[in-house]
T-cell receptor
Framework: AQSVTQLDSHVSVSEGTPVLLRCNYS??????LFWYVQHPNKGLQLLLK??????LVKGINGFEAEFKKSETSFHLTKPSAHMSDAAEYFC???????????FGGGTRLMVKP | DGGITQSPKYLFRKEGQNVTLSCEQN?????MYWYRQDPGQGLRLIYY???????QKGDIAEGYSVSREKKESFPLTVTSAQKNPTAFYLC????????????FGSGTRLTVV
């Protein structure tokens, strides 16, 4: 069965410092990977997706993620955190262009002034 | 603009009552999904439908029911059999294959009073 693990349930950074949210997926052929963001009491918004094209994927709001097959990782990064980045982030996987997504448990990002 | 509309945004239910949450999409997506989200937890799949007049149970279907009479609509009924219905409910849709990910609604917060 496909699975995805977000290694940190909470991450706290200071405004202006880099953000790293970690995600590992279970090894399989042809994964598609996504990062979603959820602000309080809102739906989920797609930040970026990897679907076997370039391994470094750029998303919205300055976020990017790198697909590393050898490490089965898809970590989300941003060079400089902004207060508005404080939210819950979900790493998501599907395999072989299937029609079901598997969600990680989420990482809550807190940004300190 | 295309999107998914969930209504109402907030819903209060007395114990023993059934309530129905609405989800409508105008994206011409084939598949629709219902998720439940509890505080500090990830998303859990309740039901999904890949085509009109067909739907499948997800991981936590007990106490819930759905229908898919139209492509655009996928209402969720929370029945009195659901022992702990207070949660945030998210509806999503996708094309048949999910390379593009899901599009989410803005959610309905259900509270039992």
């Amino acid at each position: 069965a496909q699975s995805v693990t977000q290694l940190d349930s909470h991450v706290s950074v200071s405004e202006g410092t880099p953000v790293l949210l970690r995600c590992n997926y279970s090894s399989s052929y042809s994964p598609s990977l996504f990062w979603y963001v959820q602000h309080p009491n809102k739906g989920l918004q797609l930040l970026l997706k990897y679907t076997s094209a370039a391994t470094l994927v750029k998303g919205i709001n300055g976020f990017e993620a790198e697909f590393k097959k050898s490490e089965t990782s898809f970590h989300l990064t941003k060079p400089s955190a902004h207060m508005s980045d404080a939210a819950e982030y979900f790493c998501v996987v599907t395999y072989n262009a299937g029609n079901m997504l598997t969600f990680g448990g989420g990482t809550r990002l807190m940004v300190k002034p | 603009d295309g999107g998914i509309t969930q209504s109402p945004k907030y819903l209060f239910r007395k114990e023993g009552q059934n309530v129905t949450l609405s989800c409508e999409q105008n994206l011409n997506h084939d598949a629709m999904y219902w998720y439940r989200q509890d505080p500090g937890q990830g998303l859990r799949l309740i039901y999904y439908s890949q085509i009109v007049n067909d739907f499948q149970k997800g991981d936590i279907a007990e106490g819930y029911s759905v229908s898919r009479e139209k492509k655009e609509s996928f209402p969720l009924t929370v029945t009195s059999a659901q022992k702990n219905p207070t949660a945030f409910y998210l509806c999503a849709s996708s094309i048949k294959t999910v390379e593009g990910g899901y599009t989410f609604g803005s959610g309905t917060r259900l509270t039992v009073v």
